[in-house]
């Protein structure tokens, strides 16, 4: 079965980069793009980006044009989001979700990203 | 970029209502809309895509209807444990945007 399990909570100070992993398993890692999706506290859903596993090509959206990379590792069929420049407003949960021919059908289970001085 | 509105951004039923939510694309996006259910301190689950497709797994009383800019998400008959945030998420153009998400509770 499909699984994508991403690494622990963070804190991280202002001005600080975090880096965010979600291990696949269950499927042909290449064969799906890979989504990042972040929520902050009681707020609703913001889609970041995606990779294609395959090729490593990326798309990000404007908003986090500059600050945001993702790259992957197909190795140890892992993807990974990293945020640089931290602000407190990038409190967030930070969610992977892999494509299934344009929706996001499974998910991580989150990783809260804590920005605090 | 793409805004989805989705409304009510609240809503407030009884077991057993007919409850709808809306949600309206700034241009056309075809059919390329999708609906999800987040349950509080969980992630987001597919409940249907491509505007009217059920995902696998997911109750018959979640539907969803519509094409082009306006789309609809109904649950036919509300149950106790729906009670969840839902959000619309469009796939036709990267970003892929989302609903601010319409929370639902039991009266």
């Known amino acids: 079965q499909v699984q994508l399990v991403q690494s622990g909570a963070e804190v991280k100070k202002p001005g600080a980069s975090v880096k965010v992993s979600c291990k696949a398993s269950?499927?042909?890692?290449?064969?799906?793009?890979m989504h990042w999706v972040r929520q902050a506290p009681g707020q609703g859903l913001e889609w970041m980006g995606r990779i294609s596993p395959n090729s490593g090509g990326t798309n990000y959206a404007q908003k986090f044009q500059g600050r945001v990379t993702m790259t992957r590792d197909t190795s140890i069929s892992t993807a990974y989001m990293e945020l640089s420049s931290l602000r407190s407003d990038d409190t967030a949960v930070y969610y992977c979700?892999?494509?299934?021919?344009?929706?996001?059908?499974?998910w991580g289970q989150g990783t809260l990203v804590t920005v605090s001085s | 970029d793409i805004q989805m509105t989705q409304s009510p951004s609240s809503l407030s039923a009884s077991v057993g209502d007919r409850v709808t939510i809306t949600c309206q694309a700034s241009?056309?996006?075809?059919?390329?809309l999708n609906w999800y259910q987040q349950k509080p301190g969980k992630a987001p689950k597919l409940l249907i895509y491509d505007a009217s497709n059920l995902e696998t797994g997911v109750p018959s009383r979640f539907s969803g209807g519509g094409s082009g800019t306006d789309f609809t998400f109904t649950i036919s008959s509300l149950q106790p444990e729906d009670i969840a945030t839902y959000y619309c998420q469009q796939c036709d153009n990267l970003p892929y945007t989302f609903g601010q998400g319409t929370k639902l509770e039991i009266k």
């Open positions: 979700a892999r494509d299934m021919r344009l929706r996001l059908g499974y």
């Open positions: 269950g499927y042909t890692f290449t064969g799906y793009y």
């Open positions: 241009q056309d996006i075809s059919n390329y």
